[in-house]
């Protein structure tokens, strides 16, 4: 693994504007092994780029190498889908009792949200 590797790591956090412990604990490594691996102290291992690739949508290949685009470019409704899975699989129960309480709702109080949310500068569709 090369020094480059370990600013890539660097420039993926800033982009992403992450703490190092931020992203440790999106990956399960700790901000330790993150400053470890952002300094050249420690070598990145196969598994923490893997991890790194998929919690956030990172390009492999740039990771490694520095060639192509910093970010895999997700297919329309990949992104939904990659949030819906970490709710679903995630421990926020408040998220989850959220969007529950929602879909029981009638058409008219849904358009009541909706258009809350939207209040709040919220961008998409609402």
């Not at 790591?9 to 901000?31: A, F, H, M, P, Y």
């Not at 970490?86 to 949200?113: A, T």
């Amino acid at each position: 693994m090369s020094n480059s590797l370990s600013k890539r790591l660097v420039k993926i956090r800033e982009t992403l504007k992450i703490s190092q412990d931020e992203l440790g604990t999106k990956i399960g490594i700790s901000r330790f092994s993150v400053s470890n691996y952002e300094s050249g102290k420690r070598n990145i291992t196969e598994r923490v780029i893997k991890d790194i690739c998929r919690e956030f949508d990172v390009n492999e290949e740039w990771l490694r190498t520095g060639e192509g685009e910093m970010f895999v470019e997700l297919p329309e409704g990949t992104e939904l889908g990659k949030y819906i899975a970490d709710v679903i699989g995630g421990e926020d129960d408040f998220i989850k009792n959220i969007i529950i309480s929602y879909m029981k709702l009638d058409e008219k109080n849904k358009k009541i949200i909706r258009d809350f949310v939207k209040s709040l500068g919220c961008e998409g569709k609402a």
